[in-house]
């Protein structure tokens, strides 16, 4: 009989997942599919269950979690109900990152990779819906809890990934019940350059591919090809010192918008997270 996964990572993008789905691949008591990434719960429902079902067929009794990394979820106003109908025993995780470093990294990454967008970032916060959005924490998980209830929800803090890899999958693999896994030495690496593309209109084709390929259901090999070094080396290059850095007017336009949910995240779970970042305290 086909395992359904027990543990999903939600969200955000640009938090660790990339990571994350790697590391979980080399522990002996997890399963994780070939296709990151697989968007059951938002953009392929329709595609049915079993369907979904399929990337999981090869969990076998010596995994005692089986997983998906999929880091829009946690955005999706239908996935949770979805995700609580369909797993009602799953437990999640987020981890969450100071929403102006976590834009300007998705920023970075449509424009330097894929050639998204092609302004600077305070207009790209303007016209891209998402990149301040994203860093709601409170709003779009409320669903989660509502639904799940707290206990069946992992916070992570992308700081402390930065900080101590180990300990931070440490955390997890306690909460999962899992043995601990001793990382690699590149494991220990997890800080991803900002890239950009060697050639644009390359890179801007191969984006539109993958996504002609997630039509026609080539999730397995769309996996395969995104967890290649040599393609990544080959289409991306590292900006190095030629990294641009957020102004000081889209800082404080991201955090004007977002430090009344932070407050609130910080107040539901119990964290100091606008201390930890410094950011503004909203009157009460």
């Not at 990151?36 to 429902?45: A, E, H, T, W």
């Not at 899992?178 to 030495?185: D, F, G, T």
Request: hydrophobic share 40%; with cysteine.
């Amino acid at each position: 009989m086909t395992r359904l996964p027990n543990f999903l990572f939600i969200g955000p993008d640009k938090a660790g997942s990339t990571w994350l789905d790697a590391v979980l691949r080399t522990h002996p008591q997890v399963y994780v599919p070939v296709a990151k990434d697989i968007y059951f719960f938002d953009r392929y429902y329709d595609r049915g269950l079993s369907w979904y079902a399929r990337h999981f067929r090869k969990a076998d009794a010596s995994h005692q979690v089986v997983a998906e990394i999929c880091h829009d979820y946690l955005f999706d106003p239908t996935a949770a109900e979805r995700i609580a109908e369909v797993l009602p025993d799953v437990r999640v995780m987020v981890c969450v990152r100071e929403p102006v470093a976590r834009a300007f990294s998705s920023f970075l990454h449509m424009r330097g990779r894929h050639g998204l967008v092609r302004s600077d970032f305070e207009t790209a916060l303007r016209d891209v819906h998402e990149l301040i959005d994203h860093g709601a924490y409170h709003r779009h998980l409320e669903p989660y809890r509502t639904l799940l209830g707290r206990d069946r929800i992992f916070i992570a803090v992308f700081d402390d990934f930065q900080q101590d890899p180990q300990h931070f999958l440490d955390d997890l693999t306690d909460w999962l019940g899992l043995q601990r896994l001793q990382l690699a030495a590149d494991q220990l690496e997890p800080k991803r350059e900002a890239s950009a593309a060697r050639i644009r209109p390359v890179a801007y084709l191969v984006k539109r591919a993958a996504l002609v390929a997630r039509d026609l259901r080539l999730d397995g090999l769309i996996g395969k090809v995104k967890g290649s070094p040599l393609v990544q080396r080959l289409l991306y290059k590292p900006m190095g010192e030629d990294r641009p850095v957020p102004s000081e007017a889209a800082t404080q336009r991201i955090k004007t918008e977002l430090a009344d949910d932070l407050a609130r995240f910080d107040a539901t779970y119990g964290l100091s997270l606008a201390d930890r970042w410094s950011w503004p305290v909203p009157p009460s």
